[in-house]
């Protein structure tokens, strides 16, 4: 078993997770992987940080398959023992003038960016080494989709005390309410992308609180963060962040010092604590 550092970054083969896999590869003391969907995207993102003389290696990762999850920490127990930075950062959204109805893209975006990251946390969590660090990336959609909530959901994402399960809860009404037409009359805002990052970060919180009741001696640190609005197929060529920019908070999370005892169950953005 290797005693090398390992760091794991989830949809990785472009855009920001792609930046974010550069810069650990210059700045983590261990071994980065980068996950696609797509064995060959992810061969070749591999083989174009090669010519810029960074060493990623590759491991498929589907976070919308739990098999594909499971193969991955499996990897991770037997090769190294565990996990030392996790970077959630797998999402999707749709285009502003998609045709897709609305209980689509509800659907469609919570299994990847809500259920798709909870299911890779469910997995990976336990095997994070004492001292490792999540970083969740979420979005500031998710703040400002909690504003456009009722007054019933904000105080039920806000609060200290909400379950995973309860939260798991909500997210499913949300799907459910949109495929019947009924999301904003439920109190709902009209984004999927914004609730999908609201459970984002709500789950941020939640994980956090867990670590802290479950495994306070490990001093596992755990948050989520906004990179921005950043050029990539998602936000389009006219955001203002380039990729690497974007990198720069998630990254910051990842390479917290291992005496640093915050932020923990935070959202961050711009490097810095925001209120939730």
Same mark, same amino acid.
């Given at each position: 078993? #290797?005693?090398?550092?390992?760091? %794991? ?21 261990? =071994?980065?992987?980068? @996950? ?25 990762? =589907?976070? !919308?398959?739990?098999?594909?999850? *499971?193969?991955? *920490? =499996?990897?991770?127990?037997e090769k190294y023992g ?16 998609? @045709? ?36 969740? %990336? ?11 909530? #009722? ?12 379950t995973e399960d309860e ?34 970060? %709500? ?27 950043? *050029? @990539? !197929? ?24 291992? !005496? ?13 604590? *925001?209120?939730?």
């Open positions: 078993m #290797s005693s090398v550092p390992v760091a %794991v970054v989830t949809g990785s083969n472009k855009g920001i997770g792609f930046a974010i896999v550069r810069a650990l590869c210059k700045q983590f003391p261990g =071994d980065v992987y980068l @996950t696609a969907r797509d064995p060959g995207r992810g061969q070749e993102a591999v083989a174009k940080l090669q010519k810029e003389g960074l060493h990623a290696l590759f491991h498929q990762l =589907d976070v !919308d398959e739990l098999q594909s999850i *499971r193969a991955l *920490r =499996d990897f991770l127990k565990g996990l030392n930075v996790l970077v959630n950062n797998a999402g999707i959204a749709f285009k502003v003038h998609d @045709t897709a109805p609305f209980a689509v893209q509800a659907e469609v975006t919570l299994k990847t960016n809500f259920f798709g990251t909870r299911n890779v946390c469910t997995e990976l969590l336990p095997i994070v080494k004492p001292y490792g660090k999540v970083v969740n %990336v979420s979005s500031v959609a998710g703040s400002s989709a909690l504003g456009g909530c #009722s007054q019933e959901l904000q105080q039920k994402f806000r609060s200290n005390t909400i939260l798991v809860e909500l997210m499913t009404k949300f799907v459910e309410d949109a495929k019947e037409g009924v999301h904003q009359k439920e109190g709902w805002p009209n984004t999927a992308y914004g609730v999908s990052k609201i459970g984002v970060t %709500v789950l941020s919180r939640i994980q956090a609180r867990m670590l802290n009741e479950k495994r306070k001696g490990d001093h596992i640190l755990l948050n989520a963060c906004c990179p921005g609005l950043v *050029r @990539t !197929d998602m936000a389009g060529p006219k955001a203002t962040k380039s990729p690497d920019e974007g990198a720069e908070t998630p990254v910051y999370l990842a390479l917290l010092p291992s !005496d640093a005892d915050g932020p923990h169950g935070q959202f961050v953005s711009d490097k810095t604590v *925001r209120t939730w």
